[in-house]
């Protein structure tokens, strides 16, 4: 008998899904640089934001597009997503508050004060971490992995027409935004991720049946849709990370719903090719989204230590984008390589035997 070791390959990638991941990685790099600046409430980068405010929403749609099945084990399921998101908002949470508050004497030495306040809710309100943010999105996406299962496993048996329920989830998250958002842990918008989770699922199903040719012209009218929706009524839209509507909830709720199917599904049966650059930020998103706050927290607090300040300032908004795309592409590599950095454990080896 000879063993042999069997490789697992890595999975074709999706061209146009990387694309995607890659855009709103750019967008949100470039907002967060924006802001640190002062520049995100400039009117043209507004308008930017008003067309493009639904691709946070895009990561847990896409969860749902290629998501097989969230049934199994319960215990076996909770440990495979806290290794691969939990681990990482921690770690990664953890490295931006010791950056964070690294800087903390030196700042309060010369101004006498906090740069920013710090309050004790916050380890219990936010999901986020003082000098790493983006890290609220780490926590969001593990709890709806986990709600999704257990409501999954709850449903199981039950007529199909009740998974036309996941319609009333988007008001959850709406009625939470009304009360002031009072969940603890930001997890306010936990019911619209579910929501987009579930579209993601429903969504791909429903390309299959299709066809492409159909699917075409089906997601060029939901992308026409959505132009005249944001249109006509363009004070609307949904901020993902603070729960926050904006304008007519069921006209936020169709504009999402058509840009998010409508650019996937055209995409997608296209057939769109690799986008070198872009698609290389998509298929290595987590770097780029765990890694770029700190560099802007040790920028900014660096220059205020020198008595400088950013805000306001072009010059910086130059320097930063392309030194922060180069540095969290140069970081790839290396944070990949640490499991509880990146979220990517090595799968075992499978073994079979040839005669």
């Known amino acids: 008998m000879l063993f042999l070791s069997i490789f697992v390959a890595m999975k074709k990638r999706n061209h146009a899904f990387d694309f995607l991941c890659g855009i709103c990685i750019i967008r949100m790099v470039t907002l967060h640089i924006m802001s640190f600046c002062g520049h995100a409430d400039d009117e043209w980068w507004r308008e930017v934001m008003q067309w493009t405010y639904f691709f946070m929403s895009f990561f847990f749609f896409k969860a749902g597009y290629f998501n097989k099945t969230v049934a199994g084990d319960s215990k076996a399921y909770l440990i495979d997503k806290s290794k691969h998101l939990l681990v990482p908002y921690l770690t990664c949470g953890s490295i931006g508050f010791l950056i964070y508050m690294a800087f903390q004497p030196f700042l309060i030495h010369r101004y006498h004060k906090p740069i920013e306040p710090l309050t004790w809710d916050h380890l219990w309100t936010k999901s986020s971490f003082y000098g790493n943010n ?4 780490l926590f ?37 935004f009304v009360l002031g958002n009072p969940l603890w842990m930001q997890l306010n918008n936990l019911f619209m991720g579910i929501y987009y989770f579930q579209l993601g699922r429903f969504w791909h199903l429903a390309m299959d049946r299709m066809g492409r040719e159909r699917t075409l012209f089906v997601c060029f009218v939901m992308m026409l849709a959505f132009g005249v929706g944001n249109l006509i009524f363009h004070d609307t839209s949904y901020t993902m990370s603070s729960n926050l509507f904006t304008g007519n909830v069921f006209i936020t709720l169709f504009n999402t719903t058509a840009i998010l199917c409508g650019l996937a599904g055209f995409f997608i049966a296209a057939r769109m090719p690799r986008i070198p650059g872009i698609n290389y930020i998509g298929e290595h998103s987590m770097v780029y989204f765990v890694g770029h706050y700190p560099m802007l927290y040790f920028y900014k607090f660096t220059h205020l230590c020198f008595g400088r300040s950013i805000f306001g300032r072009w010059d910086d908004v130059i320097i930063l984008i ?18 509880w950095l990146s979220g990517r454990w090595q799968k075992k080896m499978v073994k079979c035997i040839a005669k």
Do not use: D, N, Q
């Open 134 to 137: 983006p890290t609220w999105f």
């Open 140 to 176: 969001s996406f593990w709890a709806c992995y986990i709600a999704v299962h257990f409501i999954e496993k709850w449903t199981r048996g039950l007529p199909l027409w009740v998974r036309i329920l996941y319609l009333g989830f988007p008001f959850l998250s709406y009625w939470m």
């Open 322 to 339: 392309p030194v922060i795309f180069a540095l969290c592409s140069w970081l790839v590599p290396y944070i990949e390589a640490v499991p």
